[in-house]
Nanobody, 122 residues
């Protein structure tokens, strides 16, 4: 079993920055891939980014590429999503996730956090 706890959401103005954190715990946690998805009101949950804990390779959705950076601190079992140049369309609840297979589909991921809300005002 893996537990994930997100933090760092909040309200920010258009063009601002936020950093989300996700701390993981549980058996064999370092064998998983960790990712972020987001869900805006009335929309499907969509892929944002993922990172391999073993190696650090990353992948990003086109909508956030160049603005968001996902990094990890293996010693702390933590991943960080640095979000720069935020736009109103980035407003959503952001969910941390972990699983054995990297995927842009939410259905391939196994463990989920409770989510942290990000609101970008125009």
């Amino acid at each position: 079993q893996v537990q994930l706890v997100e933090s760092g959401g909040g309200l920010v103005q258009d063009g601002g920055s936020l950093r989300l954190s996700c701390v993981g715990s549980g058996r064999s946690f370092d064998r998983y891939i960790m990712g972020w998805f987001r869900q805006a009101p009335g929309k499907e949950r969509e892929f944002v980014s993922y990172i391999w804990l073993n190696g650090g390779a990353t992948s990003y959705a086109d909508s956030v590429k160049g603005r968001f950076t996902l990094s990890k601190d293996t010693a702390k079992n933590t991943v960080y999503l640095q979000m720069n140049n935020l736009k109103p369309e980035d407003t959503a609840v952001y969910y941390c996730t972990a699983g054995p297979v990297p995927s842009t589909s939410q259905h391939r991921w196994v463990y989920w956090g409770q989510g942290t809300r990000v609101t970008v005002s125009s």
